[in-house]
């Protein structure tokens, strides 16, 4: 057989096989976009300082839904919803040669049911961070303007028109931090002088007004915190030591009410607030939800193994949650073992639980309530009514602070 001869062959035999495989293989997948279902009443945002993104969980069946990146923040600032424009806003930052060069501040619109980028928003003002960002950006009511807090060069709030899609203005609020959203054109702001700072807004978003509210906390021996819970036309307020300011803002000035999370023997014990997110509020029931622990002065941030619930009609407490033990929990999903059994059981009984630093609620009619510590890789799941442990999401990441609801 000549040399010609043998090529064709081998040709042959070789495009016979090709052609084989070709009609044996499996069809190839036509490229298609997931998409997640309609924001639903039990999903929460977990940030990730580690990985600097956001999961979104389902706390009914554990689940990760959704990820969102946060480029190169400190700490991720949960993506804000939007049910007017069925979006996700992320407050990002970034730099020219990764973590240095040129910064460049911008707001990231997430189609809701996609998670495709539809756009973003150049910030000409560089957005503050911190360990939590808690209040650091907030939607106005009617969802047009995003407001966020700027600390460096000078205290400011910049304005984003969502609707028009371009940045509005800045106000500078020296001496002031936090956002707390008043109406679709007004917000609040803590002051360093123990007021609370009103900001009005033109239709386009520009300064209009500003007041301030009569001094009602000591911004040096017993700070307010950022962290704080609206219902209606009331932001309520809670210091270091645990006392509670409810600040009426439908009033000019805002009418204030005071009282105390602890009685005179609870003080006497030490009891007070602590924590990152240390509060969360179920509007519907009136039911405040508290992280405490024992401790002194400065202890503010130390997480707690209880959550005390008050009724903000009677501002009473009513019940006290026992936290359940996430060192257990995180190193359980670490070393592969189950939730129930003896492994379990083995580790809660010699590890010490960590305690909460940060808890949400849910707001429907069977709500939830979520725990986290702040330092490892797991949340907790309880009924918010009963207490009840339910369930803990894991691959939450393994620093965090903050919890969202959307």
């Given amino acids: 057989m000549n040399r010609g001869v043998r090529c064709a ?3 042959t035999v070789l495009c016979s096989l090709f052609a084989t495989r070709a009609d044996s293989a499996e069809p190839l997948e036509t490229p298609s976009v997931a998409t997640i279902p309609p924001v639903a009443s039990h999903w929460v945002w977990v940030p990730d300082v580690l990985f600097k993104h956001s999961l979104l969980f389902d706390g009914d069946s554990g689940n990760v839904l959704a990820v969102i990146d ?4 400190i700490s991720p600032k949960p993506p804000l919803f939007s ?3 069925d979006e996700f806003y992320q407050v990002e930052i970034d730099y020219a040669r990764g ?8 707001v990231t619109i997430y189609d809701a049911t996609t998670l495709q980028v539809r756009g973003d928003i150049v910030l000409p003002t560089p957005t503050a961070e911190s360990a939590t960002s808690i209040a650091f950006t907030a939607l106005l009511d009617d969802e047009r303007f995003l407001a966020t807090y700027n600390q460096f060069p000078r ?9 028009k899609r371009k940045f509005a203005a800045e106000i500078p609020t020296a001496g002031c931090a936090g956002i ?3 109406d679709p054109r007004r917000f609040a702001m803590l002051c360093d002088n123990g007021t609370a700072l009103v900001v009005s807004l033109s239709e386009t978003g520009e300064k209009i007004d500003m007041q301030s509210s009569e001094v009602f906390f000591d911004p040096v021996e017993d700070p307010a915190m950022l962290a704080a819970n609206r219902i209606g036309d009331r932001w309520i307020y809670q210091t270091f030591s645990g006392h509670v300011h409810e600040l009426d803002f439908s009033q000019n000035p805002p009418k204030l009410v005071s009282w105390s999370l602890f009685s005179q023997a609870e003080r006497a014990a030490e009891w007070r607030p602590g924590g990152k997110q240390h509060t969360t509020l179920h509007r519907a029931s009136q039911r405040m939800y508290v992280i405490v622990h024992q401790g002194g002065s400065g202890t503010h941030k130390d997480p707690g193994s209880q ?6 009609a009677t501002r009473e407490r009513i019940e006290r949650l026992s936290m359940p033990n996430f060192t257990a929990a995180f190193l359980g999903q670490t070393m592969g073992i189950g939730s129930s059994g003896l492994g379990p059981w083995f580790l809660r009984a010699i590890l010490p639980g960590g305690g909460a630093h940060s808890i949400a609620v849910t707001q429907d009619d069977t709500p939830l309530l979520f725990a986290r510590n702040a330092e490892l890789g797991v949340v907790a799941v309880l009924d918010a009514q009963s207490g009840e442990h339910l369930r803990d999401l894991t691959e939450v990441g393994l620093f965090g602070t903050r919890l969202e609801i959307p």
């Fill in 70 to 73: 946060s480029g190169t923040t």
């Fill in 307 to 312: 959550v005390w619930v008050y009724d903000l």
């Fill in 9 to 11: 062959l081998a040709l």
């Fill in 155 to 163: 205290t400011s709030v910049s304005i984003t028109d969502l609707e």
């Fill in 83 to 85: 049910r007017v424009r």
């Fill in 99 to 106: 973590s240095r060069g040129k910064r460049t501040d911008f």
């Fill in 180 to 182: 707390f959203s008043l």
